[in-house]
Each structure stands twice: as structure tokens, then as C-alpha cells.
């Protein structure tokens, strides 16, 4: 049987680990309180949008076949948020961008075209020039009542918030309950901003660069620990956080050494692993698996360069899917025209920057400690393997 193309592998792994995943269930939450989470619900137009002929123009309103060139009376004023007028014939109302039209009239002139005083209007343009239903948006021209506006699965971005306010009939939305994501950083090397630093010793960066990629977004929740690299204490730290999380991210412990605990502790808790060591560059080693519950685990390895990759390639997109959103995060594609002549058998995950003219550009990297080249990059590309990496490629920005 003839193998799959390695991108092609990558999503089939993907979609593997994800059909065994537990999205979280819902809630029902105060409409007003719901920006930024994930609705469990199509929101659907309670009226028409408008739901009543409005004026596009600061202008007035008339019948078409009473424009001759002579004044009309105005005997009212329309203004947004007022109740519609009656248009009397061979009059005009006066009407204010977003005011009701008279159902009577068939177009609005705007202001400009007027000759005006306090009671009377002179419309200064033919007839023939203005068109029937000039600068009416008309009832229902933006949805129907009944529409689905915002569908389920859909995050509800500040834009689709407004949509929400505008549209939902009720008081109370049903959302997906927060992701609880619990991080554990493993490795006895590792210390905590702030604290004594030996030369043999690292500063714990994975922590805090996945904190700040979950942090500001209200369909999550999550915490932070670390364990040193010792299975006892390992095994009980997945079991814990298997016990209260939804997702669990692992960094470290991954690889081929004697320390490295986490398969074996994930394997003994009764998590079951989908992959291991897939073939791309930086990341390798990363695991993916899922737990009694249905939970997502993911055991990224321990390199800067290595977590950020996989956290931003395949973390992301699983958590997404746990927390109900039913479409991954679209991805851009952009040409990178500088180049190196370098490729390799793996897909290949490489440092980009982003100029303000939009073009990308390679960030040399000495490897996957190298977090001197993660500060200047805005992202990485996906080269394929055994590609160059020219071309137009799959962006994703940090």
C-alpha cells in the first residue's frame, strides 16, 4: 500500500486524535456577559434588519411623481429612533439619516439637492434622474427574521458580539463551557523567573510563552505547574490534572531519555496515545493522546523553538475543537521570496518575519534552543518536504 504524503499523515493523525476527543458541553450564559466565548447555538434574527424602511440620507422624503420643480410643504421630521410618519400627497418629510421612511414615499433626495426653509423644500433634480427607492434601505435588505446570523461553533469576536446584542431575542445564549487547559512544565533544570539562576541551569520559558498564547481569551481557563523528572511524581501530576482539566500540555520528557517519563506515565494513568514522533522539524518527539474522559494530552518537547511550533501547529487547532468551535482558524497563504537552497525529508517548520510591506522573509536559526530567533520572529511557514522553501506557503503567525 502506498504511504500517505507526510503533511497528509499530519492531518490524518489529527483528525484521529480528534475523534476520540470530548468537546466540553454547554451553558446557558447572560447574553450580555457572553463576548469572547463560543456559542452552542445558531443565533438567529429575532426581526428584520432594518425592520423598517430607513433613510440612508440626511434628506427628505417625497413621492417621485410629486418632484415638478415646485416647492412641497414639509410638514415633518423624521429622526432615528422615531415612530414612521404619514406622507400627506404633494408633500415632503424631513428625514434624518437611519430615520424611518413613510411607507407612502418612493425615494429619499438627499439635502444637498434641496433648495430648504423652515416649511417648504424645492427639489432641485429631475425626476428622471433619481431612481425609485433612492437612498431607502429597505426593511429585511440585511437579514430576514429567522436567519441564522451567527452559527454555532462561532467565537463571538467583538463584530459577532454586536451581531448578538442586535439579533438574539432572548436574555440568555448557550455557550460551550470554558476549556480548562492545565500546563506542566517538566525538567529538573528549569527555574522560575526571578529566582536564582546557576550556569547548568535554564529559565523556564515554554510555561510562560504557552500561558501568553491562552491568556485574554474567554473560552478558556487555565493553570500552570511544574514536576521534576521523576515518574512517581510525573505519573501523579497527569493523574491530578487528568482528574479537573480538559486539556493537559506536557513540555519535556518526550524524547528517547532516561528521564523521559511522560509516555509511559500517560500510558499508565489510562491515557492512550494516537502518535508519537511524527516526521516534522522543529518537534518530533511531540505526542498526542487523549484520557479516560475524552481528554486532550499533548506532550510537546522541551525545546523553545520546538513547543512554540507545535503548540501553534497542532495544540491550538485540537484545543479549538475541545472548546466547540466547528472550523479550524483559517490560515493564511503568503509568498516567501528569500531562500536558502535548503530542504529536508520532513516538513519543516521555519522562522519567519513579517515586514510592514507584507512580505516574508527566513529568521536564521541555530536549532531549537535557539530562543534568540523566536524574539525575531512574527511566525513560521510550512515548507513540504524535500521543498525549498520559495514559494507560496501556509503562514502562521505567533
Known sequence: MQSLPQIDLISAKMDQLKSHLQVVGAEQLAAIQSSGRVVAQNVQAFRDSPATDVSAMDGYAVRLADIDGNPLPVFATATAGSAPQQLAPKSAVRVFTGGPVPSQADCVVRREDC????????????????????????????ARQGDTVIPRGSLLTPSRFAGTMTFLAENTIEVF?????????????LIEFGERIEPWQIRDSNGPFLESMLENQAWLQTQRS???????????????????????????????????????SIRSVGGQVVFHRIPIRPGRPMLGAYGPRGQLILGLPGNPLSVAVTFRRFALELIRHMGGFTRPAPVPLMPLESNDAKTIDLTWFRLVSLSQEGRLSLVTSQGSGDIASLIQ??????????????????????
Request: glycine share 8%; hydrophobic share 35%; net charge negative.
Open 115 to 142: 433648495n430648504e426653509s423652515a416649511a417648504q423644500v424645492t427639489i432641485q433634480v429631475t425626476k428622471e434622474s433619481i431612481a425609485l427607492g433612492l437612498n431607502i434601505r429597505r426593511q429585511g435588505e440585511n
Open 177 to 189: 463551557k470554558k476549556v480548562r487547559v492545565h500546563i506542566i512544565n517538566t525538567g529538573d533544570e
Open 226 to 264: 511544574k514536576v521534576s523528572d521523576q515518574r512517581a511524581e510525573t505519573e501523579r501530576a497527569i493523574h491530578d490534572s487528568l482528574a479537573q482539566c480538559d486539556v493537559l500540555l506536557l513540555t519535556g520528557g518526550v524524547s528517547m531519555g532516561d528521564t523521559d517519563y511522560v509516555p509511559d
Open 377 to 398: 520572529s512574527d511566525g513560521f511557514v510550512e515548507i513540504p518536504p524535500n521543498n525549498q522553501a520559495v514559494g507560496t506557503r501556509k503562514f502562521y503567525a505567533w
